[in-house]
């Protein structure tokens, strides 16, 4: 078992409250005084899970330090009295660089689960699963930690360690590109190039000479001789886009290739070896397109040797914030000097739209958005979300949810005349829990005693 690492920011002349019975919990546990000393000790250790107390007179000490830009994937926990949370620099703080927090008195039976939780977050790989280099302006990293895109990760390096041909399946704008060039980046393929070909886009009469090459004099206007995609590819990846539209004698060509790794340009007799690998990608069903007679039944179990399924936005919602948030930074450049963030409503929108055009639909949205934002916070209507269908609001189940969650907390709250804790206890959830809940219902403005 992996050991977990704590780092313990507290003022000075301060007691470190729980830190005997964090380290009792199996909890490898440094204490540093100052942002200074806990960024030495980041830099010469790895941290997994900060833990940041603030005292009531030297918490401003903690303020201009951007906790996240230490450790990158670390998660920090504040520990502060309840009434600090009432400050709205402090509230703002917490929430724009803190993981969680936890109220004092200290109590080890809701702070241990709380730094559990976050172990577990920060364990989850966020290495960007390929560099930028020629991927289109916002689509060259893959961006998640839904059940969904921890499954394709899983999945891509295992298909990356073999040398076989991928058909990679998925719906326009999930990806599939970058898929293919993140099995080629941790393949042993990875020092050769890789080279992308649209079938969709390559006019029929040039696919030929396009992928195979061709010879001098081999047509009007062949000057001289020139190789074709696959053979560009010797030693790494050719990647064959929407390869359910390569034409039928095409498809002969590509499956002598699969089967014989050789090929022959236009013009030439010439039988040439390549070692190249193929992956190839679709967004239509290959077998429908092999009953119909539109797609070879040999090729198809030829490039289909192991496949990788890039989910759809819509089945992996839990990301949509983390995308958003990724790409507002990605394209800062390009927002208005004032445009911060997201409201809550644009978050909770995003979360709840179906996304027919997946990942760059929602680039897309998002770019525009932060031009057209008026506002500090990026609102649904900036997104073009504003769901109206004949002059009526249409709702989702979620959000049928969140009215309901959010009538329970006001009347709760009205019943124990704004106790949180009593109105935490009647709804039968923690504190923590009832804050989050009363933020993301625009209920942060509540006062009363905590």
């Excluded at 241990?112 to 966020?126: C, D, K, N, Q, V």
């Excluded at 891509?156 to 399946?169: C, E, G, H, N, W």
């Excluded at 929108?349 to 639909?361: F, K, Q, T, Y």
Aim: proline share 4%; charged share 25%.
């Amino acid at each position: 078992m992996d050991t977990r690492n704590l780092l313990y920011l507290k003022p000075p002349n301060t007691p470190a409250v729980l830190l005997s019975d964090v380290r009792a919990a199996g909890w490898d546990a440094q204490v540093a005084e100052n942002p200074n000393e806990a960024r030495a000790k980041i830099n010469s250790e790895r941290y997994h899970v900060g833990l940041a107390l603030f005292d009531s007179k030297n918490y401003i000490d903690f303020t201009g330090e951007n906790l996240t830009s230490m450790g990158g994937s670390m998660k920090w926990i504040a520990l502060l009295h309840p009434s600090q949370m009432q400050n709205e620099h402090i509230s703002q703080m917490i929430q724009e660089n803190f993981y969680d927090y936890h109220t004092l008195p200290a109590d080890s039976k809701r702070l241990l689960p709380i730094l559990g939780h976050a172990y577990g977050m920060a364990s989850i790989p966020y290495k960007p699963l390929i560099q930028q280099g020629d991927a289109h302006p916002g689509e060259d990293e893959m961006v998640g930690t839904s059940p969904a895109m921890l499954a394709l990760f899983s999945n891509l390096r295992k298909i990356a360690s073999v040398d076989a041909p991928v058909l990679i399946i998925g719906e326009r704008g999930t990806g599939k590109e970058l898929g293919a060039k993140a099995i080629h980046e941790r393949s042993s393929r990875s020092g050769g190039p890789f080279v992308a070909a649209n079938c969709s886009t390559l006019p029929p009469a040039l696919i030929q000479s396009e992928l195979f090459g061709y010879e001098k004099s081999a047509f009007t206007g062949a000057a001289q001789r020139q190789i074709g995609r696959i053979e560009a590819a010797a030693g790494g990846t050719i990647f064959l886009d929407e390869i359910g539209d390569l034409p039928m004698d095409m498809q002969i060509n590509l499956l002598r290739f699969l089967q014989e790794k050789t090929i022959e340009r236009v013009g030439g007799t010439k039988h040439i070896n390549v070692d190249t690998r193929v992956i190839a990608a679709t967004h239509v069903d290959l077998e429908t397109a092999v009953k119909e007679g539109r797609f070879r039944e040999d090729l198809y179990y030829r490039l289909h040797v192991l496949d990788l399924k890039m989910p759809a936005l819509r089945d992996r919602n839990e990301d949509i914030e983390l995308l958003a948030r990724f790409f507002f930074k990605k394209f800062t450049t390009e927002k208005h000097k004032n445009v911060r963030g997201f409201t809550q409503e644009a978050i909770r929108i995003m979360s709840n739209h179906d996304w027919p055009g997946n990942v760059r639909e929602l680039i897309n949205r998002i770019r525009r958005a932060m031009v057209m934002c008026e506002n500090g916070l990026i609102t649904p209507a900036d997104l073009g979300l504003e769901r109206r269908t004949s002059g009526r609001y249409m709702q989702t189940l979620a959000e049928v949810r969140s009215t309901a969650e959010r009538a329970a907390i006001q009347t709760a709250l009205r019943r124990t005349h704004n106790n949180v804790s009593k109105a935490a206890q009647e709804l039968g959830v923690s504190r923590v829990t009832l804050y989050r809940l009363m933020e993301k219902c625009s209920l942060h403005n509540a006062r009363g005693t905590i």
